[in-house]
């Protein structure tokens, strides 16, 4: 089984760098057939199996030691179908929260976990030029979107993301990261919103809808013995796009919009970002990687800045 080189699986690599990609197309997959495939599964819990309200995916509380048997559930169904489809290796990042929700005693023995918060790329840890595939299990729509728990990072301070001028969701910021290292999206699980939303940032990819929303709280869901097959299934069927592509580097623009003026001026803080309007600022980055770790610094700031009652 072929290793990055280091002691751990998936160890991050600087993307390779060109600019000669025709926007909307996707190159040819560098990797043989019969060859080692790893996988990287980024694994958020407000997409997974079941989950409509805040306190299912609020780590301590009685209703997420349920649905962390479920977002289990779900993660081992991709896994299952990943190896079926041909796999070799699967790296599982938790990319919820405190990223130390999944079981891992109850885990498919043949992935690997990777959990516990503070990494470097936060939900896409993991990736890099040796990768063939990212899977997203358990995502979600993006802030001021429809959708069940639909937010960007923070719960409800930043009310939209943009990338380039597209709305942003987290999956958005994620596959474009990936395609920065030519790593293709080929599974997206979540409610029939996230779907949707996959089909704009990765049209190619599998799409399994475990819910559909009614309210941002409140959907029709699937029972896990459904969604757990759906989900191998569309697991197994997106391992035929695997395979490392020429990834593209190049420079993008990300505003933020928050629901109070003062969050604004907080994230100002941060080097490179510049006050927009009253309630919005922006920033040049010149790779998306550069792109995310701004951000995500950001949202710490904002985070700290929140006061209670008046946010």
């Given at each position: 089984m072929r290793r990055a080189a280091s002691s751990t699986p998936f160890s991050p690599k600087t993307p390779r760098r060109t600019l000669d990609r025709v926007a909307g197309s996707e190159p040819e997959c560098s990797r043989a057939r019969g060859a080692a495939l790893k996988i990287l599964v980024s694994a958020d819990m407000e997409g997974a199996t079941g989950v409509t309200w805040p306190a299912d995916v609020e780590p301590g509380s009685p209703q997420w030691q349920r649905f962390r048997v479920l977002f289990n559930g779900d993660v081992n169904a991709a896994v299952a179908g990943l190896f079926d489809g041909g796999a070799t290796e699967v790296l599982v990042n938790e990319a919820h929260s405190n990223m130390r929700n999944l079981l891992l005693e109850d885990l498919d023995e043949r992935a690997d976990l990777l959990t516990g918060r503070h990494k470097t790329l936060s939900m896409m840890e993991g990736v890099d030029a040796d990768v063939d595939g990212v899977v997203f299990i358990g995502y979600h729509a993006g802030a001021g979107r429809?959708?069940?728990?639909?937010?960007?990072?923070?719960?409800?301070?930043?009310?939209?993301?943009?990338?380039?001028?597209?709305?942003?969701?987290?999956?958005?910021?994620?596959?474009?990261?990936?395609?920065?290292?030519?790593?293709?999206?080929?599974?997206v699980t979540g409610d029939d919103h996230t779907c949707d939303d996959a089909?704009?940032?990765?049209?190619?990819?599998?799409?399994?809808?475990?819910?559909?929303?009614?309210?941002?709280?409140?959907?029709?869901?699937?029972?896990?013995?459904?969604?757990g097959k759906l989900i191998r299934a569309a697991a197994v069927a997106s391992m035929a796009r695997a395979g490392h592509r020429t990834g593209v580097v190049r420079p993008h623009r990300v505003t933020v919009e928050f629901d109070a003026t003062h969050l604004a001026l907080a994230a100002t803080a941060v080097p490179t970002v510049e006050r927009t309007g009253a309630r919005a600022v922006g920033y040049d980055a010149g790779s998306m990687r550069d792109a995310m770790t701004c951000f995500k610094t950001l949202t710490y700031v904002v985070d700290g800045a929140i006061e209670d009652g008046f946010g």
């Open positions: 429809d959708g069940i728990l639909s937010h960007t990072y923070l719960g409800n301070s930043i009310t939209g993301v943009f990338l380039d001028g597209d709305p942003a969701s987290e999956g958005w910021l994620n596959a474009a990261l990936a395609d920065e290292y030519g790593v293709p999206v080929l599974l089909a704009a940032y990765a049209p190619d990819c599998q799409r399994v809808a475990v819910k559909k929303a009614v309210s941002r709280y409140a959907a029709v869901c699937h029972p896990p013995t459904r969604t």
